[in-house]
């Protein structure tokens, strides 16, 4: 949700001088969700929808919004469970390195919020929940979280200019809709347990996989490591050749993937990847795949999206430029395997996504530090074991409709 923090002092503006969207008031403290006993009410539901509707984040809000709810809910259960709080003092810290990202006072950002129609225990509270969760996985992984001398070897070549590394992996994509998390998760994990070669990693994927990849026996063809989004780039460095990864969790899929083999190229190209990206979004409807395939088959180029999709509104049409190492795993996935002009339709939430890949340019390089790459390598392992431990508490959790 961080990341649409530069657009937020606008919709700020906008919103507070709208004075708010309206809320219905009727029942507002009746139960939502009910989660292990504990009730998400209509109130906190409605408030969390207005505050992502101010971060202008995208997708479907309405459910990302319960998600959301749902998640902070049971990072807060288990910090009670571990007798963890957070210090007064960390809180108004957390709440002040927040709202610096939208370049306002912990102070102003609770003043344009309460404009917005949102209130100062809302964003409290959604600051505590992710205080308190830093904290639990800080102390339950980094301990025994250990980066290898030999993975921040492989790291630092390829992250430099006279020395990169291309990678054969394999993948395979568990579909994980609302509901079947767990049921994901949990073959992923069955899955990993049995596998012992390349062949069986492929007789799993025909059996289990849902990617298009699944024809070719989940194998990718060669790449530059510097492709791949970085948290899955740091997973595939912890990689033997033939072993299989932990799960791998993207929105609305579980993932696997095997290393199949390592190579060092020579090379002046940058190591460092930044990409400009296109997605364009449509609502779900049985009229959107032919719109998008008619948009798809008439734009070479993210520029010819203007002209092939015209008249759309702000946030349904966006092109962004990022270093790989800051676009979402699912995204960095697939933009790593396109040529510059190619593009994938997407399931995304309740949209369905055109996704576009504008050019691929080198990031100037800096001097590499070493204690940096191997804290950065620890706290994307960390990261993805966090995610793990969240979704085995979401598994295991009793979640309800009143």
């Not at 006279?162 to 069955?190: H, Y």
């Not at 791949?228 to 990864?245: R, T």
């Amino acid at each position: 949700m961080t990341r649409f923090l530069p657009l937020l002092t606008a919709s700020l503006i906008a919103l507070a001088a709208a004075g708010g969207p309206g809320a219905a008031q009727e029942n507002l403290f009746a139960p939502r969700i009910i989660i292990n006993d504990r009730a998400v009410t209509h109130y906190e539901y409605q408030q969390r929808l207005l505050f992502m509707r101010l971060l202008r984040a995208p997708g479907d809000l309405e459910k990302e919004a319960l998600d959301g709810l749902i998640e902070d809910r049971l990072r807060l259960q288990e910090a009670k469970r571990l007798g963890i709080k957070p210090a007064e003092e960390d809180l108004r810290k957390g709440m002040e390195e927040f709202a610096a990202r939208a370049n306002l006072s912990a102070d102003d950002f609770i003043k344009a919020l309460g404009q917005g129609g949102v209130a100062a225990e809302t964003f409290r509270d959604f600051v505590s929940a992710g205080l308190v969760w830093r904290e639990i996985v800080r102390a339950k992984f980094g301990p025994l979280t250990k980066v290898t001398d030999l993975e921040v070897d492989r790291a630092i070549a390829a992250e430099t200019r006279k020395m990169a590394l291309n990678v054969a992996v394999s993948e395979l994509i568990i579909p994980a809709p609302p509901g079947q998390e767990a049921a994901a998760m949990a073959l992923a994990q069955q899955i990993k347990a049995d596998v012992r070669s390349e062949a069986g990693f492929t007789a799993a994927v025909a059996r289990h996989s849902a990617a298009q990849s699944r024809e070719q026996g989940g194998r990718l063809p060669m790449m530059p490591l510097a492709n791949l989004p970085q948290g899955l780039g740091a997973v595939i460095l912890g990689l033997a050749p033939g072993q299989v990864s932990d799960p791998v969790t993207l929105p609305g899929a579980v993932a696997l993937f095997q290393l199949r083999g390592l190579e060092e190229v020579r090379t002046s190209a940058p190591a460092a990847i930044q990409v400009e990206y296109a997605r364009l979004r449509l609502p779900a409807t049985p009229e959107a795949d032919a719109q998008l395939a008619q948009i798809r088959s008439r734009s070479d180029t993210c520029k010819d999206l203007y002209g092939t999709a015209p008249n759309l509104p702000e946030d349904q049409l966006i092109v962004e430029t990022k270093p790989m190492s800051a676009i979402a795993q699912d995204i960095g996935l697939a933009l790593s395997r396109m040529d510059a002009g190619e593009s994938v339709l997407r399931n995304v939430g309740g949209a369905r996504e055109l996704l576009m890949l504008c050019a691929r340019m080198p990031v100037s390089e800096e001097p590499i530090n070493r204690a940096a790459v191997r804290d950065r390598l620890l706290n994307q392992k960390v990261e993805a074991q966090s995610d793990l431990y969240l979704a085995t508490l979401r598994a295991n959790a009793i979640i309800r409709e009143p």
